[in-house]
């Protein structure tokens, strides 16, 4: 079983659209995350959601909104697609926030803006 | 600001020790990670610490020091799987998790 799942695993789009990347977890975990791993491998936290309300919210573009219709799902939107948003996101959950809280992530969406 | 660093690559051979060092600066540290990343895949959980001291598991240690703002993560009897990407990262006064740019380890026969 698949504990966490992200679709699309790629995406390939032209500059200008919006498109949403879709993220399940099926582990009872409270606590779901964005990342966004460019291509120098830096792992950057987009937005994280815990029981359905965004407590971490970087300083990313307002084109990415973020939705969690219940805790086993937080969606990715992306409105206007830009060539540097190109980059592997996934999508992360864990149990809470403290102790050793795991994180345990997902496939990874590989998105590319030509 | 918060940062952490990591070398950028390293190279080892098949069957040898290699040690991967990590020093951070954070406000606040509430315990230390060190994910392994395969090429192409997603980062998937190594160690813990957030005492002082050594934590062993199998072929793998991570060894912390909170008052030097630092930990290792120890790898014996490396094999070629164990090439990858290891991420260190702390966990800061706010419960963020902060990460390194990862250290990509190259086995070698």
């Known amino acids: 079983d698949t504990a966490v799942s992200q679709t699309p695993k790629y995406l390939v789009t032209q500059m200008g659209n919006d498109k949403s990347i879709k993220c399940e977890q099926n582990?009872?975990?409270?606590?779901m995350y964005w990342y966004k791993q460019d291509s120098k491998k830096f792992l950057k936290i987009m937005f994280s959601?815990?029981?359905?309300?965004?407590?971490i919210n970087e300083t990313v573009p307002n084109r990415f909104s973020p939705k969690s219709p219940d805790k086993a799902h937080l969606n990715l939107h992306i409105n206007s697609l830009e060539l540097g948003d190109s980059a592997v996101y996934f999508c992360?959950?864990?149990?809470?926030?403290?102790?050793?809280?795991?994180?345990?992530f997902g496939p990874g969406t590989r998105l590319t803006v030509l | 600001g918060q940062n952490i660093d990591q070398p950028t690559e390293m190279t080892a051979t098949e069957g040898a020790i290699v040690q991967i060092n990590c020093t951070y600066q954070?406000?606040?540290?509430?315990?230390l990670f060190w994910y392994q990343q395969h090429a192409g895949e997603a980062p998937t959980f190594l160690s813990y610490n957030v005492l002082d001291g050594l934590e062993e598991k199998g072929r793998f240690s991570s060894f912390l020091s909170r008052s030097k703002g630092y930990s290792y993560l120890l790898l014996k009897e490396l094999q070629m799987k164990d090439s990858a990407s290891y991420l260190c990262a702390v966990r800061d006064s706010n419960y963020q998790l902060i990460w390194g740019a990862g250290t990509k380890l190259i086995i070698k026969p």
């Open positions: 992360a959950s864990s149990q809470g926030v403290g102790g050793v809280d795991t994180q345990y």
């Open positions: 959601y815990n029981n359905k309300e965004l407590i």
């Open positions: 954070t406000s606040g540290f509430n315990g």
């Open positions: 582990l009872g975990h409270d606590t």
